[in-house]
């Protein structure tokens, strides 16, 4: 407590003195106008250092008391002193509070530092803060989610000060500064014991092994992770400050090759605490290493340790608690094995160590005996222990057992032997087993940096150096003294790389330099290291025989007293104190001698030499190591890294080397290496000594940022220009300063230059750089004081303004009440009176009324009198008359009522009677009808109910009768036109044989033709016949359905009698089913979820198949081909210039198809198809190929005939119906013609009348005018086709008649009889023929007819839309005219020239565009022209070689007909040799650009292949098959291979996968893949092979394929996403600027502000655009491209939210308001590319609601509901974090208060969500690829000529 009490004293002593010192280093710049009223300001407090405090009056300079109030709103009144307190220290605006960098602060000093590090580390948890250069680290002394793979993969590749603070960064920083400067890196972590320095080291390290993984397969990245708990477990141990500290310093060198792999490691030990092996304070342990082994000692291999709990052992139980809360020591020990195995340890290395381990501890137990004359000891021969350690150790027991107790002592002449006391055997004891632990500790170092080390090249390093920081506790000894050297040798070089940094920032500004003074520690360094100096002394004192600690004091008394940095202690001899940079330390004497001199006797050592065992007699050979240890090579950046820890020599050489200087010289070797590289530096900072988690303490930190030297970083920083704006930032944030003028210049320097040339007058105050502005401190606060107070006048004014408006307001409606309220007094007032006038008239006019009513009352009461008494009297003789004409009258009404009566009483008896008797026999009606509809209604109601199907049935048995008498009358119908059409034709019969009769006059035919009417007749009888048979079987059949109806209705009655039966059963079975149907539902859930996730198991799979392979690749190139390869350049491709030149016209659909889709279309819009065009042109095409074949048969039936001769041919039944049927068949191919034709034509009008209406548009008119060019060239050789047939048949017609000549002459001359009972048949063959051919012709030329009539009328109506089109010109000109004439003279002659202007440039326009459309038409019609030339030439070589063949033979023919080859039938096969596989798969895929096919049918080197596949399927040749296959899966795994990193080659792979494995599954002969075939593709399908196993192969391929393309585009994408998505300004002058520290500095950053490393959201849209355009250019299916859409937006989201998580300048309102634009045009895209179907936009929704939670309040209650409510998709611990992080960017905004952060984290503790703070941007979904067969038929398939497969055959 005394010692609490007196540090606390000191320290408030050294802060007051500070704060004098630095108060009157600025006492000539201090700004009194600062010191105003509501000025916050920090004074010195007792208990938390600093206190806030608030000015409530305005200071003026002398006064004595300044006026404040505290946070608790007491007064105070503080003494102004110019020697003992200056003025307070000023604080920074609220909005600079918990910056990422301290050196952003206005304000420099350590109230500022410690408070910003306080609200940091308490309110938002954040323990990373940079300083300028320094990371300073809190441990939280708690596990915090903040160091997966996923935080490293967001620090990758970033910069520095681009991300929140964390070790990550700084290790980045380092990596990309080897990388770019090709300098060697440094990572200095240092700090307290506690503090957290092996753990930030140890997270460095993680973050190279992860970044930079080894190249191959040694896995040394794991090996070096490998290595941290082994070094652990021996090195390190707890403490009362630390559960887990480092008891020794290591420097850990990371290797990296030319292409920055890890390649190896090496490490550095320094000054171990051996001291612990032996002794250890009160709640402290041992070594790690120890208690692990104890708690392993009951596994089998370590029963012969004879090891028991720790508690048995001294040298593990004298810290009294063995145990650490949250600690296993056995599970650790699982690890250290592991590592040890890892690492290449043998097990009986292991062994051996894990034996020499438990012999110090039993060594450690050996009971020491002392003698009775108390100068000598021994150990019992029965002790346990020392049995133990001998027998571990492999050692003689009695030699142990001797020397243990005695010593030898060598003098030149003599030896002899000494008894030794038990005080002095105990620290030989003692001595020894730190010997030993020391000895085992550096052979594992050696091993592991043997395992570490590596044979290859070393091009550059990282080291990481775990350092322990400045020490000092109530009794300080040698180790705290070596400590506190150390720190003082690194903050040293700290300072100079400070300095130098700040030099380099103010050259390279071109900033006038001036010297900053800082602290330089040298003179203290020399006082320890120089030349007699302490380690001098202690050497020399240690040297000496005799020496004592004692005399070594004195020594340094007499020699030191005149250093500054020395002081002598008042009330001690035995101490002296040093002043460090940190602080005054006091070291105690005692021990110094003996830690130095690390004596260990001789004879120990020599008995351990001859050990049994050889790692044991290795441990303590000679080896030279003092002497390599000592030297460095002459080459800084090429240190050979070795232990520093050297092997202690035999202790009577005279050279041997102390551990003082051993340590001197391993620490000038360190700061060698570190002066050769590029250091980092990290410091620890230990918030509390009660390991309290998220507890600051502020006397403990301040402390500490002393000692690590962050605060004399910030002096020095804050003693030149701390505060540095860029130019645009500064004019961004400080433009409301500025007047309107100002904003008009262009050149934001001179702007910036004049603003702070007026609001600042002293120009020392800022500086202006080449890029950025440079201000002294205080000045950013100044500025924004004075931005606040523009903010705040405006505030006012525009409240003032309101104010005014509200008041003007108000009174307006005061003054328009008081009117009112005048106006209504006025008014009552003016009734009062006129009441008052109504009020006396009314009286006067009362009292004359009262008057005349009392004088007319004595008047009408005397007439009233007589009047009575004459109505009395004149009403009793009345009343007499009236009784005797009452009395006649009553007497009528009785005999009336009477009559009636009598009447009605018979009238209601008759009718009674005949009521009875309806009501009886109406029951009885009703009962029985009652009966029938109950009857009735209960079967009605059960057939409605179960029998619904047979009411359909019913339905469609009735349609079915109608259908069938609807064919029935069309039938009828058939047979009238057919028989109306027989008629015709008899008639017609008829009169062609009355012609012939007149001709030949002969009577055979006319009985032939009367034969023939016979037949028809009959054929019509038949007819008729057939028609009445149709009838009959209508009528039975209808017959039929009415009996089943009345089946089905007796049915229905039938089923009426199970309706209750069946309710039953089905309530029953509806409760079982539903039990069934909701198992059944929850099984097919986990079915579905187990299948999806065996698919991303099975993907996962293949990716590391592919991982492998690629691995396995690489070590075959590695061993075969070591040189570097390059590819073939002289092959080069010819693109054709036709849209479609590998289709040919008979690939399109079928013609029925597209004349259906031309009627659905309509013909405008078929008109714009091309695809209707072809269809309709194969159409074309197939009727010539059937005119053709006509031809053909005409011509065999012609050659027939003359190798017959004369001799008559007798017409058969079979040749009549083949006749029959080419003549119908030919009817309806020409009425198809015509049909076409007409089609054709509608066509040809639509794209008239498409084309005047868009006659604005050149080009397409240019495509119209083309397109109707194509339909015209169809139609014309169409008619030059029928011409052709009509000519031929018109031939075949004059050949027959001379031949008839012929025959008939012939016959004439030779036998009459003969030729009249021959000449009937062949007459009338002729004659058919010639009718047929009559007809025929007869049709023709009505089309032709038709054909022209139609083309005069498309040609009137384009005259009439021309006409048209002329009247609305001749329109828009009189309007114009009419315009102009309404015009003055000047305005109409400026009109006119506007409008010719305007024309003339259209004109210029329309021309232009012309021009250049028929240079590019020129240009393509060469590039066709020459490639027809080619077919041209092939053309002639084939006819030169068919016309030498055919010279031999004549033609027979006097005149010859032109008739086209028939086109050769294709069987979609391409056949090739066997030999020429290589050239294919070198052509088709090797070679293969995706731009030589881009043209061409999609995916076409897919198709090619598998035609070649078909072949092979064909001739049934499985070798070729399997060959092919093979060779095309490893063509295209080494074609992705060498272009992994190329977007459109992946693409354009998987595409062609992806279709050759749908065309393996269409045409594989499973019915499964074949319902969507056509005909003729079913008969395409494989006939020999099943290549199943194939099509899996090819479906692993394509998902590896798929996984690549992922990868590439998220490469593509990832360095634009967090520039696109968050940094870009999307909405204008929307984001806000705050000042930035050292870390947005331009040396810190890895590009140029104006470099490409900027991207908009334009630009990444612009990205996926082109993704998306490449894959459907390739012909990618539309899901699998909607799949990859989905991955890469994923990748977007969770780049996106992970860097809004580690970023605490972009959590702001107006980041959320541009993340909520920038996600909205995302989602537009994905609308206007039709993918909002995909699921992409779903995977936006938590960057979504992150940007809304940055947006909406966060004040009460209420809206932390809306906010729990509002963010299902992200996690408690990322919208806390979010919370955390949101910064305001003015004073005027409101931070998140701690409390309703605590909110949230209430409501959302129910949700139960995973703990995840950062998104897996590595997670990838499920591919599928669905089934998409192919439309194309393979025999339609074109290959180019550019593709040079010359040596491939089409079948």
Known sequence: MKRQVKEHNAIMKRQVKEHNTIMKRQEGKIDYELYCKYTRVWIPDPEDVWRAAEIIKDYKEGEPILHLKLEDESPLEYRIGPKDNPLPFLRNPDILVGENDLTALSYLHEPAVLHNLKVRFLEPNHIYTYCGIVLVAINPYDQLQIYGEEVINAYSGQNMGDMDPHIFAVAEEAYKQMARDERNQSIIVSGESGAGKTVSAKYAMRFFATVGGSANDTNVEEKVLASSPIMEAIGNAKTTRNDNSSRFGKYIQIGFDRRYHIIGANMRTYLLEKSRVVFQAEDERNYHIFYQLCASASFPEFKDLALTSAEDFIFTSQGENIFIEGVNDAEDFKKTKEAFTLLGVKESNQSSIFRIIASILHLGNVEICSERDGDSCHISRNDPHLTHFCRLLGVELEQMEHWLCHRKLVTTSETYVKNMSRKQAANARDALAKHIYAHMFDWIVEHVNKSLHTSSKQHSFIGVLDIYGFETFEINSFEQFCINYANEKLQQQFNQHVFKLEQEEYMKEQIPWTLIDFYDNQPCIDLIEAKLGILDLLDEECKVPKGTDQNWCQKLYDRLSSSVHFQKPRMSNISFIIIHFADKVEYQCDGFLEKNRDTVYEEHINILKASKFQLVADLFQDTNKDGSSSTSSSKSSRINVRSAKPTPKVPNKEHRKTVGHQFRSSLQLLMETLNATTPHYVRCIKPNDEKEAFSFDSRRAVQQLRACGVLETIRISAAGYPSRWTYPDFFNRYRVLMKKSDMTVGDKKLVCRNLLETLVKDPDKFQFGKTKIFFRAGQVAYLEK??????????????????????????????????????????????????????????????????????????????????????????????????????????????????????????????????????????????????????????????????????????????????????????????????????????????????????????????????????????????????????????????????????????????????????????????????????????????????????????????????????????????????????????????????????????????????????????????????????????????????????????????????????????????????????????????????????????????????????????????????????????????????????????????????????????????????????????????????????????????????????????????????????????????????????????????????????????????????????????????????????????????????????????????????????????????????????????????????????????????????????????????????????????????????????????????????????????????????????????????????????????????????????????????????????????????????????????????????????????????????????????????????????????????????????????????????????????????????????????????????????????????????????????????????????????????????????????????????????????????????????????????????????????
């Open 786 to 1851: 004075l931005r606040a107070d523009k903010f705040r006048s405006a505030c006012i004014k525009i409240q003032k303004t309101v104010r005014r408006w509200l008041q003007m307001a108000r009174y307006k409606k005061i003054r328009k009440s008081a009117i009112t309220l005048q106006r209504f007094g006025r008014g009552y007032m003016a009734r009062r009176y006129a009441e008052q006038l109504r009020l006396s008239r009314a009286a006067v006019i009362c009292q004359k009324q009262y008057r005349m009513v009392r004088e007319r009352r004595g008047y009408l009461r005397v007439r009233q009198a007589v009047v009575t008494i004459q109505a009395f009297t004149r009403g009793m003789f009345t009343r007499r008359i009236f009784q005797e004409f009452l009395l006649h009258h009553k007497a009528m009404i009785i005999q009336k009522h009477v009559r009636g009566w009598l009447t009605r009483r018979k009238f209601k008896v008759a009718r009674n009677a005949a009521i009875t008797i309806q009501c009886a026999y109406r029951r009885m009606r009703a009962k029985r009808e009652l009966k029938q509809l109950k009857i009735e209604a209960r079967s009605a109601q059960h057939l409605k109910k179960l029998n619904t199907g047979m009411e359909n049935k019913i339905v469609q048995l009735q349609r079915k009768m109608d259908d069938q008498t609807k064919d029935l009358k069309t039938q009828n119908e058939q047979l009238v036109v057919a028989k109306a059409s027989l008629g015709s034709e008899v008639n017609k019969l008829q009169k062609e044989l009355e012609t012939m009769r007149s001709r030949q006059g002969d009577g055979g035919q006319l009985t032939s033709l009367k034969d023939e009417l016979e037949k028809l007749r009959a054929e019509l009888q038949e007819a008729h016949a057939h028609r009445k048979k149709l009838e009959e079987e209508h009528s039975n059949e209808k017959m039929r359905f009415e009996q089943r109806v009345e089946e089905l209705e007796r049915e229905n009655s039938l089923l009426k009698s199970e309706k209750e039966k069946m309710n039953q059963r089905i309530l029953h079975h509806s409760k079982s089913t539903e039990d069934q149907e909701s198992s059944a539902s929850q099984s097919v859930g986990r079915v579905q979820a187990e299948l999806d996730e065996e698919r991303q198991r099975y993907q996962n799979l293949l990716r590391e198949f592919s991982r492998l392979e690629q691995r396995y690749d690489n070590l075959q190139e590695a061993k075969f081909q070591p040189g570097h390869r390059r590819n073939n350049s002289n092959q080069s491709s010819l693109e054709s210039d036709s849209n479609y030149p590998s289709i040919s016209t008979s690939e399109v659909g079928d013609t029925d198809d597209a004349i259906q889709l031309v009627e659905e279309m309509g013909v405008e819009k078929a008109a714009m198809d091309i695809g209707v065009f072809m269809k309709l042109q194969k159409r074309v095409r197939e009727l010539e190929q059937e005119r053709k074949r006509l031809q053909v048969n005409l011509e065999k039936m012609e050659d027939q005939s003359k190798r017959k001769g004369i001799e008559p041919k007798m017409t058969t039944e079979q040749e009549n119906a083949d006749l029959a049927y080419n003549s119908l068949k030919r009817q309806e191919l020409e009425s198809e013609n015509k049909k076409l034709k007409n089609d054709l034509n509608e066509l040809r009008k639509a794209i008239a009348d498409r084309a005047s209406k868009n006659s604005s548009s050149n080009e397409l008119q240019d495509g119209y005018n083309l397109l109707l060019g194509q339909l015209k060239a169809a139609n014309e050789e169409l008619d030059v086709r029928k011409d052709e047939v009509l000519i031929l048949r018109s031939q075949i017609v004059t050949a027959a008649q001379q031949k008839e000549k012929e025959t008939t002459n012939h016959i004439e001359t030779n036998n009459l009889p003969e030729w009249t009972n021959s000449k009937k048949p062949i007459d009338k063959e002729e004659a058919l023929r010639s009718y047929h051919g009559l007809c025929e012709s007869k049709k023709l030329l009505e089309a032709q007819l038709q054909s022209q009539a139609r083309k005069h009328e498309d040609e009137l109506e384009a005259f009439h839309t021309q006409v048209e089109l002329l009247k609305d010109d001749i329109e828009k000109k009189q309007e114009m005219l009419n315009h102009t004439m309404s015009l003055s003279p000047e305005a109409q002659v400026e009109y006119s020239v506007q409008q010719e202007i305007t024309r003339l440039t259209n004109d210029n326009l329309d021309l232009k565009e012309l021009v250049e459309k028929l240079e590019k038409n020129e240009r393509k019609l060469k590039k066709q022209l020459r490639i027809y030339m080619k077919k041209v030439q092939e053309l002639e070589v084939s006819v030169t070689a068919a016309a030498s063949q055919s010279t031999t033979a004549k033609p027979e023919m006097t005149r010859q007909v032109t008739v086209q080859r028939r086109e050769k039938d294709f069987e979609g096969m391409l056949e090739y040799y066997k030999e020429d596989e290589a050239l294919l798969v070198k052509t088709l895929i090797t070679d293969m650009k995706p731009h030589a096919v881009s043209a061409t049918v999609p995916c076409l080197p897919a198709y090619i292949l598998f035609m070649c596949i078909r072949h092979a399927d064909y001739i049934n040749d499985d070798q070729k098959v399997h060959s092919l296959l093979t060779s095309t899966i490893n063509a295209i795994k080494k074609v992705l291979k060498k272009n992994n990193d190329d977007f459109e080659m992946t693409s354009f792979w998987l595409a062609n996968t992806s279709r050759l494995l749908h065309c393996l599954k269409q045409y594989s002969g499973d019915e499964a893949f074949m319902t969507q075939n056509t005909a003729k593709q079913n008969e395409h399908c494989l006939k020999n092979f099943d290549l199943a196993e194939y099509r899996q192969v090819l479906s692993d391929l394509s998902i590896q394929i798929y996984q690549q393309l992922v990868k590439v585009a998220e490469h593509v994408m990832q360095p634009m996403i967090v520039s696109a998505m968050l940094e870009s300004e999307s909405i204008p002058s929307l984001a806000g600027v705050k000042p930035m520290g050292y870390r947005n500095r331009s040396s810190s950053m890895d590009k140029d502000e104006e470099g490409p490393g900027s991207y908009t959201l334009e630009a990444l849209i612009r990205q996926l655009g082109q993704f998306h355009v490449v894959m459907g250019e390739h012909g990618l299916d539309p899901e699998i491209a909607g799949q990859v859409v989905r991955q890469l937006f994923y990748s977007i989201n969770a780049v996106t939210l992970n860097n809004l998580l580690l970023r605490k300048d972009v959590c702001s309102w107006s980041t959320g308001m541009q993340l909520r634009y920038n996600i909205s045009q995302m989602e537009e895209w994905l609308r206007g590319k039709n993918l909002h179907q995909s699921g992409a936009a779903v995977n936006m929704e938590p960057v979504i609601q992150a940007a809304q939670l940055l947006q909406v309040k966060k004040k009460t209650s209420q809206d932390a509901e809306a906010i729990c409510s509002l963010c299902t998709a992200l996690t408690m611990q990322q919208i806390v974090k979010i919370l955390n992080l949101y910064t305001p960017l003015n004073e005027f905004e409101e931070r998140v208060t701690v409390s309703f952060i605590r909110n949230i984290q209430n409501r959302l503790q129910a949700r139960n969500d995973v703990p995840m703070l950062l998104v897996d941007t590595k997670h990838t979904f499920p591919v599928l690829f669905p089934y998409t067969p192919s439309a194309l038929s393979l025999e339609t398939l074109h290959i180019p000529a550019n593709l040079s497969l010359h040596f491939l055959t089409r079948v």
